[in-house]
């Protein structure tokens, strides 16, 4: 083969290439849904709502962080999380269909029962907290885990600082 018809194929398989690189296609288009105007509703919500994660799952959502820390050995509130508590002791007053299941846990260190204990007392201390601020107690349920669901495995303070905390666990209304 000659040089030239070398060089002519190469320049049209390249063009070739970067002709079949141009467009990106497109995306499948989602099935037509009618609009809330003409009556899609589902339970009361429309579809666009329906979309939406539920506020406790969305990062823009004041009620997004439902975690707080204790300290050592401690069921008390520390007070860099009493703002946030207040948000949520909010949210719940205005949303009494919602429930929240407050669950407690502990680092490793301590016997089993000891952590069951501790936990319970962390998560009654949120539950005590929201019903002071609020929230109906029907709304609120308690539950240890101790150290039994640890966030963060392993040994030492970063990770035991983590597993002394209680969580606010949303169910929908």
């Known amino acids: 083969m000659?040089?030239?018809?070398?060089?002519?194929?190469?320049?049209?398989l390249i063009a070739l290439v970067l002709g079949g690189c141009g467009t990106t296609p497109k995306p499948p288009k989602a099935p037509e849904t009618s609009s809330p105007a003409h009556?899609?509703?589902?339970?009361?919500?429309?579809?666009d709502q329906a979309l939406q994660p539920?506020?406790?799952?969305?990062?823009?959502?004041?009620?997004?962080?439902?975690?707080?820390?204790?300290?050592?050995?401690?069921?008390?509130?520390?007070s860099?999380?009493?703002?946030l508590l207040r948000t949520h002791a909010d949210w719940l007053a205005r949303h009494p269909d919602n429930?929240?299941?407050?669950?407690?846990?502990?680092?490793e260190r301590g016997t089993r029962e000891?952590?069951?204990?501790?936990g319970d007392q962390r998560a009654n201390a949120v539950r005590r907290f929201l019903i002071a601020e609020g929230v109906r107690e029907a709304q609120l349920d308690t539950l240890s885990y101790?150290?039994?669901?640890?966030?963060s495995p392993g040994q030492g303070?970063?990770?035991?600082?983590?597993?002394r905390r209680a969580e606010l666990d949303y169910q929908g209304g």
């Open 146 to 151: 101790g150290e039994e669901k640890p966030s």
């Open 99 to 107: 429930r929240v299941t407050i669950e407690g846990h502990t680092d």
């Open 2 to 12: 000659d040089r030239s018809v070398r060089t002519v194929l190469s320049i049209a």
């Open 114 to 118: 000891y952590n069951l204990a501790l």
């Open 157 to 163: 303070e970063s990770s035991w600082s983590r597993n």
């Open 80 to 83: 860099e999380y009493v703002p």
């Open 39 to 47: 009556g899609a509703m589902t339970a009361g919500i429309d579809s």
């Open 54 to 78: 539920a506020p406790w799952e969305n990062p823009t959502s004041p009620i997004y962080r439902r975690v707080i820390y204790f300290g050592y050995d401690r069921s008390d509130i520390p």
